[in-house]
């Protein structure tokens, strides 16, 4: 079928069959459609909508237009996805987190979408990170350490990098059927046995009202359920800021700020324990979500969690003393100056 064909399908408001969503992947990854043609469907898709089983379709051939890793590990391979917010550097604690409760954590993150700040943006504050290793690399960081938080290589959905990168200049980037099947798509390429999702809401968030919120927690959680992952959602506040700084640097040192106990936003210790227990419980490493933060809480405090991110961070290149000496290892600011609230 040619690639105007499937667009006038769409376009038209009919669902498109699996034939057509593969022939559409195919031509993303051997470029076979034009940047204008991939254009044309995504707005299509963006006015019209696609059933839940087109959405299954698309996430799982856009996951499988590049490798799927396969693990043989002693515990549950498990990831999170935040949808984006202002001061979110829940990852950055998180993972560590979950690997020291006998999690593994192979986490392909993003870069910054709009206003939101991206985790790889962050951690390549950290001198020396390496953000994209390759596939053997990331393998040996998550069996020996946990966790290894990286971007999308080369060899994980090669068709979504094509088509996000066309969605953030085509007005498209809102469509719930493509950040469903874009999220989705890089997170089930990593195999794995759990994802728990951050649906942010609010005024810092993509979905700035609960019903559109909730709209994109149900799309995800059911396409991930359907190709076979199982998933849960929390719909967290975006109102505010999460952490107490905002920007790569900052947000770096805020994490290791809290990783090593010297300051704890109390927003972001308690979504981040949310998060965390809820994906224990959901990999069967905690009885309820209760226990599951209970036992995050600990890993926090007792500083196996801080142990776990220094490790990770020194064996994807950058500093072996980084949580000692953050502070003069990240890049500062040329001008820093206090600025007053009026009134």
Not at 242 to 249: I, P, T, V
Request: proline share 4%; hydrophobic share 50%; with cysteine.
């Amino acid at each position: 079928m040619l690639p105007q064909e499937i667009i006038a399908r769409k376009r038209d408001g009919q669902a498109l069959s699996e034939a057509e969503i593969a022939a559409f992947v195919r031509g993303l990854s051997d470029g076979s459609f034009s940047e204008g043609q991939v254009a044309a469907l995504a707005m299509a898709i963006c006015i019209r909508g696609m059933s839940v089983a087109e959405r299954v379709a698309l996430t799982r051939l856009m996951r499988d237009s590049g490798a799927v890793l396969a693990w043989d590990l002693p515990g549950p391979v498990v990831d999170k996805h935040s949808t984006g917010g202002v001061g979110d550097n829940v990852s950055l604690m998180l993972a560590p987190a979950l690997a020291a409760c006998g999690a593994y954590v192979p986490m392909i993150s993003g870069r910054g979408l709009g206003h939101t700040g991206g985790t790889l943006d962050k951690l390549e504050s950290i001198p020396g990170y390496d953000t994209r290793p390759d596939i053997g690399r990331l393998r040996q960081t998550v069996a020996r350490i946990g966790c290894a938080i990286i971007g999308q290589t080369d060899e994980i959905a090669p068709a979504d990098r094509r088509l996000y990168a066309i969605r953030d200049v085509t007005a498209t980037v809102e469509s719930i059927d493509l950040i469903t099947a874009s999220i989705l798509s890089k997170k089930l390429a990593a195999g794995l046995d759990a994802l728990i999702l951050d649906v942010k809401c609010g005024s810092g968030a993509f979905m700035r009202e609960e019903d559109a919120a909730r709209s994109l927690a149900q799309s995800l959680v059911d396409v991930a359920r359907g190709a076979g992952c199982p998933t849960a959602a929390l719909i967290t506040d975006m109102d505010a800021p999460l952490a107490s700084a905002a920007g790569n640097a900052l947000e770096v040192a805020n994490a290791a700020a809290f990783l090593t106990g010297a300051e704890i936003d109390g927003r972001l210790w308690d979504v981040t324990v949310a998060l965390g227990g809820a994906l224990l419980a959901l990999a069967g490493l905690a009885e309820d979500a209760g226990a599951g933060a209970a036992r995050i809480a600990q890993a926090f405090e007792s500083g196996a969690a801080a142990e776990r991110f220094g490790k990770m961070v020194a064996a994807l290149g950058g500093p072996a003393d980084f949580l000692d000496r953050f502070a003069e290892i990240l890049p500062r600011a040329p001008v820093i100056r206090d600025v007053f609230a009026a009134g």
